[in-house]
């Protein structure tokens, strides 16, 4: 059964950094598309990270571009996104979510995943 955990949220001042985890059990990360989805307070789930099943496609939001990374563990089979120059905009819930052969071109649509966490809360705020 493929199934996904995020842990890591928290509270983080304008500026600071954190780093969130996907734990995946059921399934090899390496094998695997993974999308990190963001979901702002009364808005709908939107992808600011995925990477593509196909080692080296990845999909970036143009709001996280240089500021978010996204990394493969295989060894703990773990999806990271780590996150810097933190916004209050970037508060949300953080979502990661599971795919098998799935690659982006331009976009990463939450309707191409079936297999999603429970979410982590990010709140940057000062």
């Known amino acids: 059964q493929v199934q996904v955990a995020e842990s890591g949220g928290g509270l983080v001042q304008p500026g600071g950094s954190l780093r969130l985890s996907c734990a995946a059990s059921?399934?090899?990360?390496?094998?695997?598309?993974i999308g990190w989805f963001r979901q702002a307070p009364g808005k709908e789930p939107e992808g600011v990270l995925c990477l593509g099943s196909d080692l080296g496609n990845k999909y970036e939001a143009d709001s996280v571009k240089g500021r978010f990374t996204a990394s493969r563990d295989t060894a703990r089979n773990t999806v990271y996104l780590q996150m810097h120059s933190l916004t209050p905009e970037d508060t949300g819930v953080y979502y990661c979510?599971?795919?098998?052969?799935?690659?982006?071109?331009?976009?990463?649509?939450?309707?191409?995943?079936?297999?999603w966490g429970q979410g982590t809360q990010v709140t940057v705020s000062s």
């Open positions: 979510a599971a795919e098998w052969r799935l690659i982006f071109n331009g976009v990463c649509l939450r309707e191409s995943f079936a297999s």
């Open positions: 059921g399934f090899a990360v390496d094998n695997y598309a």
